[in-house]
């Protein structure tokens, strides 16, 4: 007896089967009241008492280790044709949604890439600033009317904490580290007081740039400016820069691109003067290079500063700058690009 319980066990253990009728049969086999195993147990009463726990502990195993296995298989088989359910190989794959970068993304990096290629590096700063940093060493003087409340967020009432209101403020903060020369670009989230519109956000980005070295002139910021002009918007692009004023140069000035959707002739994009108005410029007032601690005998530098959401409106007519912040995929969607 205890012979045949040894051999089934090794034969229970070897059991295979592809198909639940195979396992109902195997299951009949051996753990029906008819199957070998039952049959065992009626054996049992003519086994000798003193073999008797022994083998009772046997055929309890390989009644227990058959009905395990007869589990087994079944479970087994149930999860296999659970997969290949799922796996069907001749199947057309699913199309992979894939995300395109947001258009101020591309137009940012566009941007950094032109600049790059003429040997600007990038530096970012913090977003909340102190007063000095994006006002005083920036040479506004105290009652300019940017300082107003109108335009500028103040945080907890403190006056001298504010969200920047451009990133001019890296400027400061470079020009503070390091020594010239330095030729940088600043991209950045900067914030105003505004009411929210078509045309005007409570936050927008802006790249400044800045270079500083001895002897930089004039020339030199118009030959930069022509080049990013003619990169970005195309070589036959015209540029032309009127006197302005900004605090933190002089002289400033602001840079007109040749209208990019008539090519200069006028049309309702440009209000029919044939240009349009891209970013703020000028030579880094001697001033904000003192409160930095640089030698303004020695260095002098030009600065440049646009707004991304400008450049992308100019680049793509988005008509509503709010489609920038709302995320919506069919917006996002129909900007692809190299950036
Ligand atoms: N910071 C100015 C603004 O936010 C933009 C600007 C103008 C930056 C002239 C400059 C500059 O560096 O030279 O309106």
Not at 137 to 153: G, I, K, S, V
Not at 269 to 282: A, D, M, P, R
């Amino acid at each position: 007896m205890k012979e045949k319980i040894i051999a089934l066990l090794e034969e229970i253990s070897n059991l295979r089967a592809t198909h639940a009728d195979e396992i109902e049969s195997l299951r009949l086999k051996f753990l029906s009241k008819k199957g070998e195993i039952s049959t065992l147990f009626n054996d049992f009463r003519n086994v000798s008492n003193e073999e008797k726990r022994e083998v009772g502990q046997l055929l309890n195993d390989l009644k227990n280790k058959a009905q395990e296995k007869i589990n087994n298989l079944k479970e087994q088989l149930s999860s296999e044709s659970a997969n290949d359910e799922k796996l069907d190989l001749t199947r057309t794959a699913e199309p992979i949604a894939i995300g395109t970068r947001h258009p101020l993304s591309l137009v940012k990096n566009e941007i950094i890439d032109i600049f790059s290629r003429i040997g600007f590096t990038i530096a970012e700063g913090p977003e909340i600033e102190d007063d000095w940093h994006v006002f005083s060493a920036l040479n506004f003087p105290p009652e300019h009317p940017a300082r107003d409340m109108q335009d500028t967020f103040f945080i907890e009432q403190n006056p001298d904490i504010v969200l920047r209101t451009h990133t001019s403020s890296v400027q400061i903060r470079v020009m503070n580290k390091q020594k010239p020369p330095i030729r940088m670009l600043f991209p950045g989230r900067v914030y105003r007081n505004e009411a929210i519109s078509y045309r005007a956000h409570c936050f927008f980005h802006q790249v400044e740039g800045l270079y500083i070295d001895k002897d930089v002139s004039f020339a030199e910021l118009k030959q930069a400016l022509m080049y990013f002009a003619k990169e970005m918007f195309g070589e036959s692009t015209k540029i032309r820069l009127r006197p302005s004023y900004f605090p933190f140069t002089e002289p400033s000035a602001e840079m007109d691109i040749s209208c990019n959707l008539c090519g200069g002739k006028g049309c309702a994009f440009c209000k029919y003067t044939g240009w349009v108005e891209i970013l703020g410029c000028g030579m880094v007032d001697p001033n904000v290079l003192e409160n930095c601690g640089i030698d303004s005998k020695v260095y002098s530098g030009y600065a440049f500063g646009m707004g991304v959401e400008r450049i992308t409106n100019l680049k793509y007519q988005v008509k509503d700058l709010r489609m920038f912040s709302e995320n919506d995929v069919r917006f996002l969607d129909q900007f692809k690009s190299a950036y």
